[in-house]
């Protein structure tokens, strides 16, 4: 109750309702729908989307990517492990050994002064014998490094080769140094197929790297299993089908037509979805379940406009209107019914 004054000690009161309060706008999250894309994420920014790839990618929205999927994606000295290029040295080599990427690959070697296998140890070199007598011919040792000598007469050590008086060393460092059908395993040229593939399969060696494969007749995955192919039980061009992933197949005098299934364009096997994301429509438009449409209806208010910029729907209302374009728009000068009431 309000009291506007007071005349002959009486008090005037005015009886007019109170004005209802006036009720916020809703929230409208500019992230819902997301615009940004794939391994990306949205942040509400002062009304508008702010795009940004999420921990661990690269790029741009909305095209974020891991940094690597295959070693020929990083640079030669690293390689790609857990979509990282990263050092493929640390736990390698063993102890005293030094490690060196060489196209990817960590190759180890024995530290200056140590000797031994350097994928599991390497140890100091055993201090020099003693001073021998003055007719031994192997003081001072006319052999090479890696190499021994008795009696003046000079061979490899164990695992080493080459010639003894100039140097030995290990068969092999890199594939490269093994022939095609060998790998270097452990400073050896060896068969890499044992161990590789799954029962029944086939394994060939081609360019030092083993490739496993189902023999004819058989079939699943050759680096766990091949069994043999059951015999159809009906004859029917369309199973499995031909035809590649959204797309349906259809036998016509025993041969199989593929076409694209309804809501896809394109051509077998390649049908696709018109889009998957914003950036693969027009500008004006966004890519909603998988279509390129007009992101407007039912995005704004009443008398409000709709624009759609790089996809996103913008509501403004009108000139000479105002309002929350999301709500609804009114001329501006109009008020509500409520406010004129109490104009009066």
Do not use: W
């Amino acid at each position: 109750m309000h009291f506007f004054g007071i005349c002959n000690n009486f008090p005037l009161y005015s009886t007019a309702p109170l004005p209802p309060p006036v009720q916020p706008a809703p929230y409208q999250n500019p992230c819902v729908p997301s615009p940004c894309g794939p391994n990306s994420q949205c942040r509400d920014i002062g009304g508008s989307p702010s795009c940004s790839c999420l921990p661990s990618f690269i790029g741009a929205p909305p095209n974020c990517r891991p940094e690597c999927v295959i070693n020929s994606e990083c640079l030669s000295s690293l390689a790609c492990i857990r979509e990282k290029c990263r050092d493929p040295c640390p736990g390698s080599c063993g102890a005293n050994a030094r490690c060196s990427v060489y196209n990817h690959v960590p190759v180890c070697t024995c530290i200056e002064g140590y000797i031994g296998d350097p994928f599991s140890s390497c140890y100091p070199k055993p201090p020099p014998p003693p001073e021998p007598v003055a007719d031994d011919p192997c003081n001072p040792s006319p052999c090479g490094p890696n190499a021994q000598c008795r009696d003046g007469v000079c061979t490899c050590l164990p695992e080493y080769q080459g010639d003894p008086y100039r140097e030995c060393r290990p068969e092999c460092v890199l594939n490269s140094e093994c022939p095609r059908n060998r790998a270097c395993i452990r400073n050896k040229c060896a068969d890499p197929c044992p161990g590789t593939c799954g029962q029944n399969a086939i394994c060939d060696v081609v360019n030092h790297v083993p490739v496993c494969s189902c023999p004819q007749g058989m079939s699943g995955n050759a680096f766990i299993e091949c069994r043999p192919i059951p015999p159809p039980v009906k004859t029917n061009p369309c199973v499995p089908s031909p035809c590649g992933p959204n797309s349906q197949c259809r036998e016509i005098n025993s041969q199989a037509v593929c076409s694209c299934i309804p809501g896809f364009i394109g051509s077998p096997p390649s049908c696709r979805p018109e889009c998957v994301v914003s950036s693969e429509c027009p500008l004006n438009e966004a890519c909603l379940n998988q279509k390129c449409r007009d992101p407007c209806p039912g995005t704004c208010g009443i008398g409000a406009k709709c624009s759609v910029v790089n996809h996103n729907p913008i509501c403004s209302c009108p000139p000479r209107y105002t309002g929350d374009p999301f709500v609804s728009c009114s001329p501006i000068g109009r008020f509500p019914f409520s406010v004129l009431y109490l104009i009066k």
